[in-house]
């Protein structure tokens, strides 16, 4: 009897949980979420800034204390920030369908036990050594997973767009040879369209490992900033832009142009 | 004493049995089944505090998305374009509609992923 009523309340739960959970949470509304927690954390920092002036000017106990406050306040919402930007890159990657760097997670959670690690009683030389434990951690390990995500969904984006241009391409070309086949066209001048279309597509691909190879240097070590790869990194798809334009303004000739001979 | 000894000898009257309609039997079942739990004390009541928690939600996830709902502002979404549908309006290819669609992706893509660069941090606090 025990069992039943467990079994059954526990059944309850899984019923209800994933449905009071997931309430359409999608990138747009991580992306609303980091901007709310970037509007509370350049609060606190004004605040911060204003209490540390006033300490300075006047070293009063009071005024120490009301610095430290603001103080650990600004560090709490800094962590925050940091892990609900995290997030939002995380969602954003999930909807572009790729895969999240392994260590994407493990940043987000450092963030999570961080921001808890801050006590309203820690003196202002403790949060001091807090924050510089913060810094290391974003200087040596979150800066290269921030960057490496953003290059997963830039290189997902353009990646998607030239997948979903190829298979029109396919359909097209499926179209053509069943024409030709009924002998309702010639193969002429499209054959030579189709070459210059697989070229287009083949300089894409060609840009998607250029792009790589340039990331992969983010764990080389052998760099200025991890800013500086990813610029370099993206430069290529650029062009990619310029690529996806001409592959689309080829397919849609192309297609204009099979329709308009067809009986 | 003969009437006692008559008396005596007859067979015992065994009722005949009356068959029971079957819905005070389900109820006798839901009886029992509720006086079990009742007396089992501790699952009794973590029913009851589960069953209450989950009826306090429900009923303020109601209030409170009925009060969400009058406080917004209604806007009025404009409906995205149906590929197919146009295509069929304007007895355009398919494909092409498909084509004119990315066309637009291509041209919003965002290459250095500008809006969701990371937020400029200040780590020198210490005074």
């Known amino acids: ?156 984006e353009v990646g998607n767009l030239r997948v979903e241009q190829e298979n029109i391409h396919k359909s097209i070309r499926e179209k053509l040879d069943k024409n030709i086949a009924e002998g309702k066209l010639k193969i002429d001048p499209f054959n030579r369209w189709l070459t210059d279309i697989d070229l287009v597509i083949q300089n894409l691909k060609d840009n998607d490992e250029k792009a790589k190879k340039g990331i992969a240097k983010l764990y080389e070590g052998s760099y200025i900033s991890p800013l500086s790869v990813y610029n370099s990194a993206v430069k290529p798809f650029v062009s990619s832009t310029t690529l996806l334009t001409e592959l689309n303004s080829f397919l849609t000739e192309f297609l204009t142009s099979l329709n308009n001979q067809l009986p | 004493m003969n009437e006692q000894n008559l008396n005596t000898n007859q067979a015992p009257i065994t009722p005949s049995p009356v068959p029971q309609p079957i819905r005070p039997k389900i109820l006798d079942l839901v009886k029992g089944v509720a006086k079990k739990m009742y007396e089992n004390k501790k699952i009794f009541r973590l029913m009851i505090i589960i069953l209450g928690a989950l009826l306090l939600v429900t009923i303020a996830g109601l209030i409170f998305s009925a009060a969400k709902n009058r406080g917004q502002i209604k806007i009025a979404v404009s409906p995205t374009p149906q590929a197919t549908l146009q295509a069929l309006e304007k007895n355009e290819d398919e494909n092409i509609t498909k084509l004119k669609l990315l066309k637009e992706k291509i041209f919003n893509l965002d290459i250095y992923q500008k809006r969701l660069s990371p937020p400029s941090l200040n780590f020198d606090i210490s005074f």
């Open chain 1, 1 to 156: 009897m025990k069992k039943a009523a467990l079994l059954i309340t526990l059944l309850g739960f899984l019923v209800v949980a994933p449905k009071a959970r997931a309430q359409d949470f999608d990138s747009e509304k991580a992306y609303q979420d980091y901007v709310y927690n970037l509007g509370i954390y350049r609060d606190t920092y004004s605040d911060y800034e204003k209490a540390k002036e006033f300490y300075l000017k006047n070293k009063t106990l009071t005024l120490k204390e009301e610095a430290r406050k603001k103080t650990l306040a600004m560090l709490a919402s800094r962590d925050e920030l940091e892990r609900v930007y995290l997030s939002a890159i995380r969602m954003r990657l999930l909807e572009t369908k790729v895969p999240a760097p392994d260590k994407l997670d493990s940043e987000i959670e450092w963030y999570k036990t961080h921001r808890q690690s801050y006590k309203d009683s820690d003196p202002l030389e403790d949060l001091f050594g807090k924050s510089k434990e913060s810094e290391a951690r974003y200087k040596t390990d979150t800066s290269v997973v921030i960057y490496n995500s953003l290059f997963g969904i830039t290189l997902g």
